[in-house]
């Protein structure tokens, strides 16, 4: 008998287990703290991680520490609620049971959350445009564009010292949008006095969007808006060609080759394996197409939410994988599993879009809440009190708050350290 089944029989309550402490995963878990069930919360780390804040870790504006929390800790006031460190390997839906490493655990109701990785039309380009999805990615792209810097103050062939000095960003989202345009700050003003064989203000930041406008989610206006802000700071913008090639030496873009030591990937991503652990039908970009009440097709005691579902939305297209969504998604669960538990039938889920935003560099921003636009200064504010007012944890806010605070008064970051990536 595994310790599960054990631990089942002392305690009758229906046992709820959600996979991944994302936004989603985290909020059904949170959303159920008082519910009469028990819930396990199993991610193959031990923290959860605010996201939309990693590109700073990866441009040396903020340290991991300051948008990641243990998920101990969050959760650690929640009598009913235990933790399970490790990686989901199959669900078996007969018998009810997860395989997690080399143990079994039981459900009565599972909530799979496991977000999305990145996706790549060749495979074998990952190794030379890495992506951003976890803190050592963050970590490791940080190393890869400091090292850039410090390759190029080195090199002796110029056309070297160029190649490092490139900076190439494939992915016009916004991730992509902030990657640019904190690297192009990072190498025009942070760090413009640090070298001395080397001018980090003549680096050549390229974004590539295959479609037509970058932040393709955001009205035109704000769109080209967007890319005027970014042309200012220096980063030029390339629509309409798609990458063809990716090498260590650089990209191949609409028959021409921009040379590049740094190619940074934000193109796109692809849902986690959680469809095939059902066996479950999933749109083209692995995402499961769940019910109207966010169930998977024949397992109504199995929930998908965030990456992991496709959620019709309007114009065809699904509900956007965005952080808001996923918490919106994780609330709904947890309810719609206190109704089934009290007997009841759930209504439908509801999405209420809370609006699309992207930051450009130090002091703009663009959002669309739909009824009101705004962009520049103002954007960047409120765009910074959302952030920051969804971290988790009061120490997080306020480190975050002061680094910005610090970071823009004296264009000093402080994070600019060589770490979890390879020293080439």
């Given at each position: 008998?595994?310790?599960?089944?054990?631990?089942?029989?002392?305690?009758?309550?229906?046992?709820?287990?959600?996979?991944?402490?994302?936004?989603?995963?985290?909020?059904?878990?949170?959303?159920?703290?008082?519910?009469?069930?028990?819930?396990?919360?199993?991610?193959?780390?031990?923290y959860h991680l605010f996201q939309p804040l990693l590109y700073q870790v990866a441009t040396a504006g903020l340290s991991p520490a300051d948008i990641a929390a243990p998920i101990r800790h969050i959760v650690r006031?929640?009598?009913?609620?235990?933790?399970?460190?490790?990686?989901?390997?199959?669900?078996?839906?007969?018998?009810?049971?997860?395989?997690?490493?080399?143990?079994?655990?039981?459900?009565?109701?599972?909530?799979?959350?496991?977000?999305?990785?990145?996706?790549?039309?060749?495979?074998?380009?990952?190794?030379?445009?890495?992506?951003?999805?976890?803190?050592?990615?963050?970590?490791?792209?940080?190393?890869?564009?400091?090292?850039?810097?410090?390759?190029?103050?080195?090199?002796?062939?110029?056309?070297?010292?160029?190649?490092?000095?490139?900076?190439?960003?494939?992915?016009?989202?916004?991730?992509?949008?902030?990657?640019?345009?904190?690297?192009?700050?990072?190498?025009?003003?942070?760090?413009?006095?640090?070298?001395?064989?080397?001018?980090?203000?003549?680096?050549?930041?390229?974004?590539?969007?295959?479609?037509?406008?970058?932040?393709?989610?955001?009205?035109?206006?704000?769109?080209?808006?967007?890319?005027?802000?970014?042309?200012?700071?220096?980063?030029?913008?390339?629509?309409?060609?798609?990458?063809?090639?990716?090498?260590?030496?650089?990209?191949?873009?609409?028959?021409?080759?921009?040379?590049?030591?740094?190619?940074?990937?934000?193109?796109?991503?692809?849902?986690?394996?959680?469809?095939?652990?059902?066996?479950?039908?999933?749109?083209?970009?692995?995402?499961?197409?769940?019910?109207?009440?966010?169930?998977?097709?024949?397992?109504?005691?199995?929930?998908?939410?965030?990456?992991?579902?496709?959620?019709?939305?309007?114009?065809?297209?699904?509900?956007?994988?965005?952080?808001?969504?996923?918490?919106?998604?994780?609330?709904?669960?947890?309810?719609?599993?206190?109704?089934?538990?009290?007997?009841?039938?759930?209504?439908?889920?509801?999405?209420?879009?809370?609006?699309?935003?992207?930051?450009?560099?130090?002091?703009?921003?663009?959002?669309?809440?739909?009824?009101?636009?705004?962009?520049?200064?103002?954007?960047?504010?409120?765009?910074?009190?959302?952030?920051?007012?969804?971290?988790?944890?009061?120490?997080?806010?306020?480190?975050?708050?002061?680094?910005?605070?610090?970071?823009?008064?004296?264009?000093?970051?402080?994070?600019?350290?060589?770490?979890?990536?390879?020293?080439?």
């Open positions: 008998m595994t310790g599960d089944s054990a631990s089942a029989q002392r305690d009758e309550r229906p046992h709820v287990v959600i996979v991944g402490a994302g936004f989603g995963g985290l909020t059904a878990a949170r959303q159920l703290r008082k519910a009469p069930v028990r819930v396990t919360l199993i991610d193959r780390r031990n006031s929640q009598a009913n609620t235990s933790v399970l460190l490790g990686r989901v390997q199959s669900v078996d839906t007969a018998r009810k049971l997860l395989k997690v490493d080399d143990r079994e655990v039981g459900y009565d109701y599972l909530i799979l959350a496991t977000g999305a990785k990145h996706a790549y039309p060749n495979p074998d380009w990952e190794a030379f445009a890495p992506g951003l999805k976890s803190v050592d990615d963050a970590t490791s792209m940080r190393a890869r564009i400091l090292l850039a810097f410090e390759q190029a103050e080195q090199a002796e062939d110029p056309a070297e010292q160029r190649r490092c000095l490139n900076f190439v960003i494939v992915g016009g989202g916004p991730t992509g949008v902030e990657l640019a345009g904190a690297i192009a700050e990072l190498a025009r003003r942070v760090i413009a006095k640090d070298f001395r064989r080397i001018d980090t203000t003549t680096s050549r930041v390229v974004l590539l969007e295959g479609g037509p406008r970058i932040l393709p989610a955001l009205p035109e206006n704000l769109s080209a808006y967007a890319t005027r802000a970014l042309a200012k700071l220096g980063v030029e913008v390339r629509t309409g060609d798609f990458v063809e090639e990716v090498d260590e030496t650089g990209v191949a873009v609409g028959g021409a080759r921009i040379e590049s030591r740094t190619v940074l990937w934000a193109a796109g991503v692809r849902a986690s394996e959680a469809h095939r652990w059902l066996d479950a039908e999933s749109d083209r970009a692995g995402r499961i197409l769940v019910g109207p009440d966010l169930s998977v097709p024949d397992h109504p005691d199995i929930f998908a939410v965030g990456d992991t579902a496709h959620v019709p939305w309007k114009d065809g297209q699904p509900i956007p994988g965005v952080a808001p969504a996923a918490k919106q998604m994780g609330i709904y669960a947890a309810k719609a599993i206190m109704a089934r538990v009290a007997g009841r039938k759930p209504e439908a889920f509801r999405y209420k879009h809370a609006g699309n935003l992207a930051t450009i560099g130090r002091s703009s921003a663009v959002i669309d809440f739909g009824w009101w636009r705004p962009k520049g200064f103002l954007a960047w504010l409120l765009w910074g009190l959302a952030h920051v007012y969804f971290l988790i944890g009061f120490r997080n806010k306020i480190a975050v708050m002061a680094d910005w605070i610090w970071a823009y008064i004296t264009f000093k970051k402080g994070m600019r350290l060589i770490t979890g990536g390879p020293h080439k």
